[in-house]
């Protein structure tokens, strides 16, 4: 082999060594980088888990908030506000009655009929549509106006023929954020939440804001009650099953009422009722416990929130936060790795991944997670290869598997605080009469997050069970109420009428 040969030859060895070590190299970067990935994964799962003894520290310190929250007058971080219901429809109610929602995203108006039977209850015409952004940090008066406005025109709609008798309309008003009620239609706003700052609202009465707002577009319509989403829930659940004691949303936000005894409202002592028990919401988004599996995310996105410190136990299993939490973790393993490509701005914008996308991405059943594909590509992750999109499906399975089953020891608490969780008379070696009076126990819920999300619902059933065990669990009935808050604040009108 002549000299320029073996020149070459070695040449060529050098270079295909080097390319070799370039090769090794990124491979080992690459593992590098994945395992950095897979170690903020583990992290996450580690960091949310619920083992069932948790959840029921959880049930517990539920239940010791709501005794407390009872007790006095800021005595816990569970307001347990009074809403001064204390009857609920029971199927007799007559005549049209109508509903306007203010939820956390979306604004509904309904109207029902009832036939004085349960079986004549006719829901027509439901509105529903998402509430202008600009209106949440507009101010009332802007707020009011446009609900107003969009009544006016729902009942342009019905033809004059159905008001002919010229009586007024009378009208439900259901609204999801925590309000001091002093009678069942009038009632201060306490503080907003879900992303709303209209900051002046705060301590004004809402009724009379609405109805102010209908009395200068000249409509003849009564604010008859002002009715917090969750009473709705409860009050539809109650007029189809008596049995229905608590109810629950799951929607933008998430909050819970139930049915208590007056005497155990020790903080509003020698508050009568006929019936001996009122309806309290507990404004349970802002429950508390440090038994509640925290993460950094989770203590970020309250700090960059609008109500930093407020409402813990929310923003770890309501709508609006479940899609920021993914986002973030997301976002997180972007930077400590390429696996995602170059860092996507958008990644770091507040709430841009949308817990319907956290769903649409959980329940992919495409080979190649095509839906996961669109929806990161869509927040400027382009071609990450398919290892790379069952992580994702990975991270929002743990976010919304806690929430389940931090959802269901949040019900499991209010049964335990109203002695349906079978820890009082059924125990081991329970007789037959002993299971006899464990009580048949409905809890109405309802919410977008609820409806719509399969996995999160059944997360949450399946804790349920986990923490009740199966016996008492047969008495404990889920019911799902479509637009119940805004149907059964209607019927909770009728029943005043009756
Ligand atoms: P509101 O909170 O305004 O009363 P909803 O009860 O309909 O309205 O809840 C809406 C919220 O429910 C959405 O903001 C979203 O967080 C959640 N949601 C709705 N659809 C889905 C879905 N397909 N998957 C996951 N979450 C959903
Ligand atoms: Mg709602």
Not at 16 to 38: D, E, H, Q, T
Not at 263 to 269: E, G, L, N, T, W
Not at 324 to 340: A, Y
Not at 459 to 479: D, F, N, T
Request: charged residues 25%.
């Amino acid at each position: 082999m002549g000299k320029v040969a073996v020149a070459f030859a070695a040449a060529a060895v050098l270079v295909s060594c080097s390319v070799a070590a370039v090769m090794v190299g990124r491979r080992i970067k690459s593992r590098a980088k994945w395992r950095a990935v897979v170690e903020i994964l583990k992290e996450l799962e580690e960091a949310c888990d619920t083992p069932v003894g948790r959840l029921r520290q959880v049930v517990d310190a539920m239940a010791v908030e709501m005794h407390a929250g009872l007790a006095s007058e800021g005595g816990s971080k569970l307001k347990m506000l009074l809403t001064f219901v204390h009857h609920l429809p029971n199927g007799t109610e007559k005549g049209t009655y109508y509903a306007l929602h203010l939820g956390g995203t979306y604004f509904r108006i309904l109207r029902v009929h009832l036939g004085g039977e349960r079986s004549y209850l006719d829901v027509q015409d439901v509105e529903r549509h998402p509430i202008p952004s600009h209106l949440m940090d507009s101010t009332s008066e802007v707020l009011f106006n446009f609900l107003a406005f969009s009544m006016e025109r729902f009942i342009e709609k019905e033809g004059k023929e159905s008001n002919s008798q010229g009586v007024k309309r009378e009208l439900a008003f259901t609204f999801s954020f925590p309000v001091k009620h002093s009678s069942i239609s009038s009632g201060v706003l306490i503080k907003w939440t879900k992303g709303f700052e209209i900051s002046e609202m705060v301590g004004k009465d809402v009724a009379e804001c609405l109805q102010g707002a209908m009395n200068r577009r000249g409509l003849d319509i009564h604010v008859a009650a002002l009715v917090n989403d969750t009473v709705g829930a409860l009050s539809l659940g109650y007029y189809h099953d008596p049995d229905t004691v608590v109810a629950v949303v799951f929607g933008t936000g998430s909050n819970a009422c139930y049915l208590e005894r007056t005497d155990a409202i020790i903080k509003s002592q020698g508050l009568l009722t006929t019936s001996g028990s009122m309806v309290v919401n507990m404004e349970w988004g802002n429950f508390w416990s440090s038994h509640l599996p925290r993460t950094s995310y989770d203590i970020d996105l309250d700090a960059e929130s609008s109500n930093p410190n407020d409402m813990g136990f929310e923003k770890m299993i309501a709508g609006l936060y479940l899609g920021d939490i993914v986002r973030r973790v997301i976002r997180h393993m972007s930077q400590v790795s390429d696996i995602f490509g170059p860092t996507s701005s958008m990644l770091s914008e507040p709430y841009v991944l949308r817990t319907n996308s956290v769903s649409a991405m959980h329940e992919d059943d495409t080979p190649e997670l095509q839906q996961v594909a669109r929806i990161l590509k869509d927040l400027g992750v382009s071609d990450v290869p398919l290892k790379v999109r069952k992580l994702v499906v990975k991270i929002c399975d743990v976010v919304t598997r806690r929430a389940g089953r931090l959802a269901a020891a949040g019900i499991a608490g209010i049964l335990k605080k109203v002695g349906r969780d079978g820890s009082g008379g059924i125990t081991s070696g329970r007789s037959r009469s002993e299971m006899r009076m464990q009580k048949r126990t409905v809890v109405a819920v309802e919410g977008g997050l609820y409806m719509n999300y399969t996995m999160f619902r059944e997360y949450m059933e399946e804790a349920l069970v986990e923490i009740l065990g199966e016996e008492v669990s047969q008495y404990v009935v889920v019911k799902a109420m479509e637009d119940g808050s805004s149907i059964g604040s209607a019927l909770l009108v009728a029943s005043l009428q009756s």
